[in-house]
């Protein structure tokens, strides 16, 4: 009911080549985020999906069927925006009505899906404020809901949480996991920010420079990242990543060990180096350490741990969760 | 720092702007409501006396005041309908790109700098002449009878030739309004099935709504008092069918010498355009506070 499926797809405005070439598979009822540092071309790609964007080459298929020049009304998708793009002389109402007007439906069915969509989305009370009197979570609602009236084969989201402050993200991070689990819609997702990725896929696809860099699930992606570029992309705080002599040891030329791989004690350990930046979380605690011949490592370790600056510490990475990368930046397996 | 010696500072740095604009304003409005009440003829200097309201009910049950009300009516009507209608179209044509765009752009807001009496003149001589005019050489050369506008349809030349020149003030305003709309709620739109004219009834209509009221105001204000244009084509004729109540009052001034006369009718014109005012004041007030 909402299969995916790009063949060879391309986009280059000009002669500059935007995205190269890309084959993706997207299963029904699947949540699949695109994530990648700003203009790695996520945002582009899924405008293609969308219908937006005309392709450069390659074929667009959903469901079976060759979308890839259908208009963007008729390939069954709908999507939610970044700027959320309400309308702003419409009510609520009017404006979760709207896709479903310009469909030709009578008076009596609009209004059903309309106030069921409200329900879904604790809209109810709020059908007949304008959005200029909502807030921006509201908004986004209102655009989630404006999405789903047309019971469309896939959601497309272009970075819907980016407009919104710190803790509401996290509550609407929730809100659309739930409402993916309610209607076993497909969804992709598009986002630069990892922490959206990691929570809400179902699949990853790691975009860089328009390439696709990994495809898979959250913990694949973090447990074995295939090359640098993830490694350093997924996982927060950053992956620690060591050049030179430290790495040579292990026959590698870049060594990667996360931060809460890394084991710091006043007392003893493999590495000694002194503490920089502190930052505490209470639940965690980064503490950055320079350390003499390897460089700056982040550490992360419990709530409890306290150092000063500048005091004297000693690191051991676990062995087991070492990443090693050869010299085109591609994972050695162990 | 708004303490009360800046206030007062700044009150007095403005005066003198204020009380300049103030006495250029009251002045000439205060004479004319004086002459209004006067038995005042240019021709019979020195009988001026006071006449109570007998100036305004000689001008307001002239039956060339109906007349000219009407046509006054019937050249804002026509010019806003021109000129709003082919300003939006305008706009949304001058919004796509396309190679030189910057100097067409140009070309469609350079009427508005050619003065009212020039560009009459050009319509009369150029134009709508029923002899030399391109208008006649185009019938001509199709084997049609040319058209004598200002003598077959000369309220409709004069509406013509002034949409000609607030065309493009429209078009202007109109496509600022348009390039302010947001991209993504017409992606949006696109993905919700709208198709190009649900797209500009339900959102680039709505849209420019305000900047269509304030192009009404604007012009309103500045039709009511069309002159210029009248005065170097038709005069107002043939017989009145041209005359507004700007030009019935010139008349009365400068043609009839009737000084008392014409104030009233000037004094009536300020009490029309309030009427006017007043309810496109309203009407812009309900847009603006959306």
Known sequence: MGSITLEKVSKSFGTTAVIPEIDLEVVDGEFVVFVGPSGCGKSTLLRMIAGLEDLSGGRIVIDGKDMSSEAPAKRGLSMVFQSYALYPHMSVYGNIAFPLKMDGQDKAAIDKKVKDAANILNLTNYLDRRPGQLSGGQRQRVAIGRAIVRQPKAFLFDEPLSNLDAALRGNMRLEISDLHHQLKTTMIYVTHDQVEAMTMADKIVVLNAGRIEQVGSPLDLYRSPRNVFVAGFIGSPRMNLIEGQEAAKQNAVTLGVRPEHVRISKTEGAWKGTVGVTEHLGSDTFIHVQVDGVGKITVRTDGDFSTDFGQQVYLTPEPARLHRFDANGQAIPN | ?290
Do not use: C
């Not at chain 2, 709508?128 to 050489?137: T, Y």
């Not at chain 2, 429209?170 to 992606?187: H, K, P, R």
């Open chain 2, 1 to 290: 720092m708004a303490t009360l010696q800046t206030r007062a500072t700044a009150r007095l740095m403005m005066s003198p702007a204020v009380i300049l604009l103030f006495l250029w304003m009251i002045v000439p409005l205060v004479m004319t409501l004086y002459f209004s009440f006067l038995r005042y003829n240019l021709l019979m200097p020195g009988t001026e006396e006071f006449i109570g309201f007998l100036n305004y009910q000689y001008f307001l049950t002239d039956p060339a005041f109906f007349t000219a009300l009407g046509n006054t009516l019937m050249l804002v009507g026509g010019t806003l309908l021109i000129t709003v209608i082919g300003g939006i179209l305008l706009a949304i044509v001058l919004d796509q790109p396309f190679w030189g765009q910057g100097i067409v752009r140009l070309l469609v807001i350079a009427p508005f700098f050619v003065m009212p009496t020039v560009s009459a003149l050009v319509w009369k001589n150029m134009l709508m002449h029923p002899v030399n005019g391109l208008f006649a050489w185009i019938a001509r050369s199709f084997g049609f009878q040319p058209i004598d506008w200002f003598a077959q349809l000369p309220l409709f030349s004069i509406i013509l030739i002034v949409a000609w020149q607030w065309l493009p003030f429209a078009t202007l305003i109109l496509l600022t309004a348009l390039q302010s709309l947001d991209g993504e709620q017409i992606e949006a739109a696109e993905m919700d099935g709208a198709g190009a004219l649900s797209r500009f009834f339900y959102l680039v209509l709505p849209h420019m709504s305000r900047a269509i009221t304030v192009v009404i105001l604007i012009q309103t204000i500045f039709l009511l008092s069309v002159f210029a244009e009248i005065l170097v084509t038709t005069n107002g004729g043939p017989g009145l069918q041209t005359t507004n109540i700007t030009y019935l009052i010139y008349a009365q001034a400068l043609l009839q010498f009737d000084v008392g006369g014409a104030s009233a009718g000037g004094i009536v014109a300020v009490i029309l355009a309030n009427i006017v005012a007043f309810f496109l004041i309203r009407l812009i007030g309900k847009n603006l506070e959306r």
